[in-house]
């Protein structure tokens, strides 16, 4: 970290502007302060903000699109105090204090352990053919901004589990042996009967639409612009397929039971690109219920 940047830190911490900054240039951030949301910032176009801890330790740092709008998404676990400053440092930084989330621990007994794992050559051959389609469908990133309208119920129906929560799977397989796998909820899921309309939340480009994935069942990825996917498992009819934009509204298929699952639900998922690297498994999902109280932008 530069000297410069330090004596920043410690002006703000003062309350006092930053040298050679103009008052009315700072980055000011709009959207949900939580851990698992989501900011639209503005800042000077073209620009770079950095996404720091309130130590200046940098996890991040996030383009300024033409238009001065900068998306940036907050983990499940990120650090409560953020301070974002321009890189360039034409823009006074931004301090935020996040809202904490506070996610229980769920065990979920009964499970098919034949669905947990992959086991048999065909369902592991499935798995991995179902693997690779997941994986380029988010490398694959279109413009848009259908985020900045804010999002819709992709469903009606109640909330059966929401974002955040670890859960532990524990079943037996058909051989009689316990199986068990942890794994941390990333979606919210709509408990809706098997056929249910499924509806895009925000415009987007279909970046994948496939009725059998192995462990997801018929999965549709929609990619909204600004680095932000939503994915959506266990349908029993796509209607879409990749490369086909859609509005707010326009139908993309009907829920199911198809897949990994416990019972008939829609799991709907966001994904945030992290720009800082090229590698997608710097990605991370956001919570999609934060989203829907998100006021539009821009
Ligand atoms: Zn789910």
Redesign the pocket.
Known sequence: MLLRDWLLIGLIWFGLPAPGVAEDTAISCSGQAVQGGLLFCTAPPGGTLVVSGSKGEAMREVPVAEDGLATIGLRRTEALDLLITDKDGWAAPATLTLSAREDPFRTITGLDCDKVDARTEEQKAHAGRSWVKKQNAFKTFHEGAGARNGFIRPSVGPSS?PFGPARKYVGVGKDGEPCESTSV?R?Y?IAIPVGTEIIAPAAGTVTLGDPDLYYEGGTVFLDHGDGLKSVFLHMSEVDVAAGDMVDAGQRLGASGNTGRTTGPHL?WAVKWRNPSSDDREADFYIDPALLLDLDPVG
């Open positions: 589990s909820h979606g899921d799991h």
